[in-house]
C-alpha cells in the first residue's frame, strides 16, 4: 500500500496492485493496448519509492518491475477512486 494525501487533504491508500496495474512504463502500456490483462502476484508489494524530482515517484515492485514513473497528478487520480470502503456504513 502507498499512502497518498491529495490535494484536498484527505488521506487514502493506494493498494501495490492496483499500482502495478496501472504503471505507465513502456510494458504497462503495451499490455493495455493490447487488451492483455495479467494480474499482479497476489503478495506483490512495494519495495521501493524514490522521488523523480518535483515530478513524482518510482515505484519498484517485489516481482522485479521497477521502471513506471508516477506523477503527483497520477498518484492524486488513482487515490481519488472510490473504493469498496466508499460505499460500506458502519
Known sequence: MLTVRPANGRIKTVSAALLWLECRSAAGRRR???DVEPQPAADIKIVRVEPIGRYGVNIAF????????YPWSFLEELAARPTVADFIID
Open 32 to 34: 493495455r493496448m493490447a
Open 62 to 69: 517485489s516481482d522485479g518491475h521497477d521502471r513506471g514513473i
